[in-house]
């Protein structure tokens, strides 16, 4: 693939692509960038991709932060370890499809800043009021508060769907979440400290949109508005047909509501009888779907 065919190719992905893989690409295009920097910076005297994390990382002075406030966005996109976004991007993908079995691509967008968010102002608030960090300064970094809000959420809408888990087998969603959360409140007396705080931010976020969603009301509804005017609007003829299983038509309002009333009763099969149930055929129809439906 030349190189051109490949800019091209990426572009069409964060324009145009599932909302689920644009925010997997955000993620890894930062990391290559910043670890590529870093090469470029083992033969000069500066570390520059150092700098450059200086400039990406929050921080958990609220003065400092005054200097860099778009680091409140930049820090739930930023990683830095290869470990640290492998299982990232690994929780947010299986996650993230599962999301969007019950949820909308733009919702899991919203959801994904607003868990980002919520952990970054419990961060900061964590190293300015609690004695336990001793108003020490901290930074911090990665797409884990907003995972956990995702994680959270699709537990909460989901909780007896079963995941497959190595060497553990089929476990329900809610015992994942039950298991993580364990986990992160475990974290708060070791060393990562001023990150489980963020965590536990996202967590928040999560289970108060699912809870509020049970009620009828969508948290993200005026932030997905705003992604609605901020994404670029579709180059793509009126005409444009899409195809299921090989049979195309013109996207209209009755081809979206056929879609919602299969995805309904895709979703109710699911949470009754669980994912298994579903025939290859009505898998595919669910991911596609589940996919396409905005």
């Known amino acids: 693939m030349e190189a051109r065919e490949f800019i091209d190719r990426a572009k069409a992905l964060m324009s145009q692509g599932p909302m689920l893989l644009r925010l997997v690409a955000i993620n890894v295009a ?17 570390d520059v991709a150092q700098m450059l994390l200086g400039w990406l ?40 499809t599962l999301f969007c079995m019950a949820a909308t691509p733009r919702q899991l967008a919203a959801l994904y800043l607003l868990g980002g968010l919520g952990g970054g102002v419990l961060f900061m608030c ?22 956990m809000a995702i994680v959270t959420a699709t537990a909460m809408l989901m909780p007896d769907f079963r995941m ?5 087998g089929a476990v329900k969603l809610k015992w994942i979440a039950v298991a993580t959360i364990g986990l992160v409140l475990l974290g708060f007396t ?3 400290a001023g990150g489980e705080v963020a965590h536990l931010g996202g967590i928040g976020v999560g289970a108060l ?19 609605d005017r901020l994404s670029p609007k579709p180059s793509a003829p009126r005409s444009q047909s899409r195809v299921y299983g090989g049979a195309s038509g013109r996207r209209s ?3 979206d509501e056929t879609d919602r009333a299969t995805l309904d009763l895709l979703l109710e099969k699911v949470r009754k009888s669980g994912y298994a149930s579903l025939s290859p055929e009505e898998r595919r129809l669910l991911f596609e779907i589940s996919r396409n439906i905005k």
Request: hydrophobic fraction near 50%; include cysteine; aromatic fraction near 14%.
């Open 209 to 227: 949109w699912a809870m509020q969603m049970r009620r009828g009301r969508d948290l993200t509804a005026p932030l997905c508005r705003l992604l």
């Open 253 to 255: 309002s009755a081809s």
């Open 57 to 96: 990382e929050l921080p958990s002075s609220p003065a400092v932060f005054l200097t860099r406030p778009w680091t409140i966005l930049t820090y739930m996109f930023t990683q830095y370890d290869v470990m640290h976004i492998l299982f990232n991007m690994l929780w947010l993908y299986w996650f993230g």
């Open 126 to 147: 964590a190293y300015g009021l609690l004695p336990g960090f001793g108003h020490r300064a901290g930074v911090l970094l990665g797409s884990s508060a907003s995972v």
């Open 190 to 192: 070791g060393t990562n």
């Open 30 to 46: 930062v990391f290559v960038a910043l670890r590529l920097v870093a090469i470029g910076g083992m033969f000069a005297t500066t």
């Open 164 to 168: 497959n888990l190595l060497f553990i």
